[in-house]
């Protein structure tokens, strides 16, 4: 509706209707107008354009205020002089009676030039009320008024688009929220799965802690999807507002240039006066008028642009920002690649649903440029289609630019290289390091086109490795849920000698001089079956010998002694014999450890041995 009420005074294309078919490009943001120069894209400033405008023209408005006052100074100096000349002549002429001669005829002129000086300064005061002072304060009046009916829908749109602001950043602060609440349930999870020992919870206690993570993510993705929502209507008020200052831009503009034309004819008459009244000053006179006549109220706008505009318009569009994408805040890496994955995964959708709309709209924009040139429509029906097109694309690269930003995340933490972007040098980020948020913004300059083509391809690029992570994912998923199934349970009849009642350690923990294991850079190629997975963990190396040079080529990250005997079911598990002494390479999940016994590599369960070196 804001659209099809304003588009015609917005849009209005000038010249050749043809012209105007040829791209479309939304409005020309030109910088030497009010509508294209009075900005300000960075948060919570976004109106200080608007009141740079709104105080220039009260200034206007008391600028002729002003005139007002001082042309009625001057009306009181000319009635006053042109009355004192007319006494003055009145008085001489008692005199007269005392000349003779060529005195008499000298002094006669100079009593009439005393009366032709009064005549003119009063007729000067006619001129005055009647041609500047009486129009000046009239129209001061009445441009005041329409400043303020012409600024107040703006002003109404701005506050709309204000408030749903604070309510955009309720939903950001509730899902970064959540998400740091579903962490944190996940760690208390993942710690009651591996604790052992006496103090060990139940396996009660271990389901009600899982039950508990699961409850918070549901809760997590529930606060995220209601944030990407608020976005989304977010940017509805901001077009809404963003179309009001444009309509109401135009329409001071045209008030200015009428207030600059009204005090231009003014000033023209009132000097045309004074060069008719003074044909002594006709030179200085006649300069005069013919610079007030070049007076241009075009040209005086962009003097006013360039003087007093605070910023050329950008495109600022708010991107998706998530907890798991920001390094700093604490989170387990495997979750945090899982959550990245999936949100890459939604953002995905979203975008290719905007592509759809797209493609439905130039289906829209090439119809509706078939009916202007057979006569059957009007063009401002095509501004309409070429508006949506244009806040369309502005979108669509918004969605882009932050799905760039969650690969980029997902780059970082697995030590790849950044994806590709055209739109990165345009993403302006602002970390707030208290809340543990950031603000990510796209900002697009007026000149800006955005290319779908470009576009499309990058995502092209970077959906293949989007493939790749998945693969990668679903195979980890795959050998961890196997390694649980196959995981051994701690013998009941064993006997524990006093050694073994201390808790286990994880071999991250001991191994704190040591980066964590790294996430593979590129997704492993997919093997045969199923039953393959769990062994293609620990072949990773197929140039890798067998005995005790294997073992010395390998860096040991802690020697552990059995506890109790185990009997091997696979070919790649070792067998134990209680006191056996196994050189611990690499952890395999949470319940499984690799490393060397006798010069042979294999798997063995943790829980049954304890730490020694």
Known sequence: KTIETTMEAVYAAPGDPATALDAFSGPDFDASQFFGSFWSPDAPSLDAGFEELRKYLRQGNDFLKDVVDLFQQRYALEEMYGKKLLALHAKAQKMDEFTYGSLKAAWGLVLGEFKEQGDRRLSVCEVLRRAVI???????????KDHKNMQAPVEKEFKKMTDFSAVVNKYK???FGKSKEAEQANVASDEARAATGPK???????????????????????????YRDSLEKLA????????????????????????????????????????????????????MSQTIAAINGLDDVNAICQTR?????????????????????????????????????????DVVKKEKTRAGLMKMWDATRGLILEGKCELVHIAAVSRQLVSLDYKYAAGQASLYKLRAALAELTNNARPQSSLAPLIVVKED????????????????RVNVDVLQHEALVAGEADAAYGQAMAAMERRQTMAQARAPQRP?????????????????????????????????????????????????????????????DTQIVCRVQALYEYAANEPDE???????????????????????LNGVKGIFPAGYVQVIE
Request: aromatic fraction near 6%; proline fraction near 6%.
């Open 134 to 144: 009486d129009p000046l304060a009239a129209f001061k009046e009445t441009q005041r």
């Open 173 to 175: 602060r509730a899902a």
């Open 200 to 226: 060990a919870p139940t396996e009660k206690d271990i389901k009600r802690l899982a039950k508990a993570a699961a409850e918070a993510e549901k809760q997590r993705d529930k606060a995220d999807a209601a």
């Open 236 to 287: 509805v008020h901001v077009e809404d507002w963003e179309t009001q200052m444009i309509t109401g831009c135009k329409a001071l503009q045209k008030s200015e240039e009428e207030r600059i034309g009204f005090l231009k004819r003014t000033l023209h008459e009132y000097s045309e006066h004074l060069l008719a009244q003074a044909p002594a000053e006709e030179r200085s006179l006649r300069t």
């Open 309 to 349: 505009g605070t910023s050329p318009y950008v495109a600022a569009m708010q991107l998706y920002d998530c907890f798991e994408e920001t390094q700093a805040n604490t989170m387990d890496p495997h979750r945090r690649q899982t959550c990245l994955v999936d949100k890459v995964a939604l953002l995905r959708e």
């Open 433 to 448: 390091k208290e809340k543990g948020m950031v603000n990510s913004q796209l900002r697009l300059a007026a000149s800006y």
């Open 492 to 552: 009941v009849s064993a006997a524990p000698s006093a050694a073994s009642s201390a808790r286990p350690v994880s071999v991250a923990s001991l191994a704190s001089r040591s980066a964590p294991l790294p996430v593979p850079a590129a997704a492993p190629p997919p093997p045969p079956d199923e039953e393959d997975d769990f062994d293609a963990e620990f072949d990773e190396d197929e140039g890798e010998g067998e005995g005790q040079a294997a073992a010395q």
């Open 574 to 596: 070792l067998a134990l014999q209680v006191g056996d002494v196994i050189d611990v390479t690499n952890n395999v999940g949470e319940e499984w450890w690799e490393g060397f």
